[in-house]
């Protein structure tokens, strides 16, 4: 009887063919690895093509677009820095990011919304933002980690919304510890910057119905000095404005130009003035009544005639001095710009051409002398680098001009009065900035000391970022002010206005 010789050999194709299969799996998982691999390969060529022309954040955008190229948008991951590039450009323009969208791999707006919830800013201290500095501190040299905490208040729209992740009304006023009953009208921020290396951050802020109370700001002032410590920082100083409220604040501190300090815990802060403030307020008063400088009177009409001469030639000794600067406009009197172009050197120099030809009284040369005075004033507290075309701009250091000029100045703010007799608040603020510099460069060890350090600009631009979301929004509510400051936080990209009432300060956010 015959074997069927098929039905013997088919157990053993079987095999072969199962074999064959994994054979064919092996082949087809190598080759995508190989494909993998080669890509793979070929984006990190790329990258580092890439790293030889661009840097910091554009490179890191690049980067980002050769990687996520042949990447689905299901499949896209996104990196912080990305979600933080993606927001500017969503804060800049909404229609911007619209058509980028388009052309490049951008995070959607319902991502970018997520990021945002997961960072919850309230009122009050933030203690995710105390943490994110302390980690930050300490990878900081011990010179590093002095600062200045500076706080100022802005004015925001009274009204009441609705808060759904805290189920409570928001507007009310709030200072971290409780919702009160009445509707806010004010912002107070507190923010940290950086006294030999260019750093500030944003540390907290409070809802108030008003302009808070000396006796409640005085204790915000001191758990804020005391938060600031325990992430590491060193906080040496304190910056504010000349408000009535602050003043009477810091005066139950018992700070005064004789002891330009206070106590927290058994350490000293010293207490610094907004010098821009001191500059405007100097102009102001200039301005409004007769002041007695080294005995002799200054008179604001002496500016206003020698305006009145400039103006006619054709080649003029003060360019910059418009009519705006004499008759200042409404709403202008706080403008830094105005107030330092009056008190500046090239007006105190145009004086003496229509001295000498008898068009201006002998007595205005007195006049020049107080503004030629404060401009090298000004100048002593301005410097922004450890050279300028200025001597007196240059950065503080040993055996440097400003010692000598700066104990001049202690003498002739002392005889700058009323004609009543009476010394104005903003001299005394000269004062204790004087008395508070010398100290400081002594304490700090530094080898030189820029003065510009020691002013509120960080948070003016702050403010200015604040009312420049939403469509150059300049009052906004409480909950708009708190996504606004909560967005600032991550979106380090967000510059300041190009028409602020301050310098633009070239400072970097110390985390994002």
């Given amino acids: 009887m015959g074997v069927n010789t098929a039905l013997v050999d088919t157990p053993r194709k079987q095999m072969l063919k199962k074999k064959l299969k994994r054979l064919q799996k092996e082949n087809s998982r190598l080759k995508c690895a190989l494909k993998k691999r080669a890509k793979v390969t070929s984006v990190e060529a790329t990258c580092l093509a890439l790293s030889k022309f661009f840097s910091g954040a554009t490179l890191h955008f690049m980067e980002q677009q050769v990687k996520l190229a042949n990447c689905r948008p299901p499949g896209r991951r996104w990196t912080p820095l990305m979600k933080s590039i993606a927001l500017s450009i969503f804060h800049a323009s909404p229609k911007a990011f619209g058509l980028l969208k388009k052309l490049f791999a951008l995070p959607c707006i319902e991502t970018l919304k997520c990021s945002l919830r997961r960072l919850n800013i309230y009122p009050g201290f933030s203690k995710a933002v105390l943490s994110a500095i302390k980690m930050k501190s300490q990878c900081m040299s011990s010179q590093d980690k002095n600062c200045a905490l500076i706080f100022d208040e802005m004015s925001i729209k009274r009204a009441l919304s609705y808060d759904s992740r805290r189920d409570e009304i928001e507007g009310l006023e709030d200072l971290g510890n409780g919702l009160g009953k009445s ?40 758990q804020a000095i005391r938060e600031v410590r325990e ?91 418009r009519s705006k600067h004499i008759n200042i406009p409404p709403f202008k009197n706080m403008n830094v710009r105005l107030a330092a172009q009056v008190l500046s050197h090239s007006v105190a120099s145009g004086f003496k051409m229509p001295i000498k030809k008898g068009k201006m009284p002998q007595e205005a040369e007195h006049t020049a002398d107080f503004i030629e005075f404060f401009d090298k004033l000004f100048n002593v507290f301005n410097s922004t680098s450890k050279m300028s075309s200025s001597q007196l701009k240059h950065a503080l250091y040993t055996g440097s001009s400003h010692w000598q000029f700066m104990d001049t100045a202690v003498t002739k703010l002392s005889s700058l009065k009323t004609l009543t007799g009476s ?49 150059q929004r300049d009052n906004p509510d409480a909950q708009q002010f708190r996504a606004a400051f909560r967005d600032i936080l991550v979106d380090y990209l967000i510059d300041e206005s190009k028409v602020s009432n301050c310098d633009v300060d070239l400072d970097e956010m110390l985390f994002d």
């Avoid at 260019?198 to 119905?209: A, C, D, E, N, R």
């Avoid at 007695?292 to 003060?318: C, H, N, T």
């Avoid at 508070?436 to 030189?448: E, H, R």
């Fill in 183 to 222: 509707i806010a009208s004010s912002a107070l921020v507190f923010l940290v910057r950086g006294l030999k290396t260019k750093w500030k951050q944003p540390l907290s802020f409070h809802i108030s119905t008003s302009t808070i109370k000396h006796d409640v700001l005085r204790d915000l002032i001191c």
């Fill in 231 to 321: 992430t590491g920082l060193n906080p040496v100083v304190l910056i504010c404005d000349q408000g009535p409220n602050n003043r009477a604040c810091l005066s139950r501190l018992d700070v005064s130009p004789e002891t330009p300090y206070f106590e927290v815990d058994g350490k000293a802060v010293h207490v610094m003035y907004d010098t821009p403030h001191l500059v405007k307020n100097i102009r102001n008063n200039f301005k409004a009544q007769i002041l007695m400088f080294d005995g002799k009177p200054v008179k604001w009409e002496y500016v206003s005639m020698f305006y009145e001469l400039d103006s006619k030639r054709q080649i003029r000794l003060a360019p910059k001095l």
């Fill in 423 to 471: 010394i104005l608040p903003c001299v005394k603020g000269w004062l204790q900035n004087i008395a508070v510099i010398k100290v400081l460069f002594d304490n700090l060890g530094m080898t030189y000391l820029c003065t510009a350090r020691f002013n509120q600009d960080c948070l003016e631009n702050l403010f200015s970022q604040i009312r420049r979301k939403g469509c």
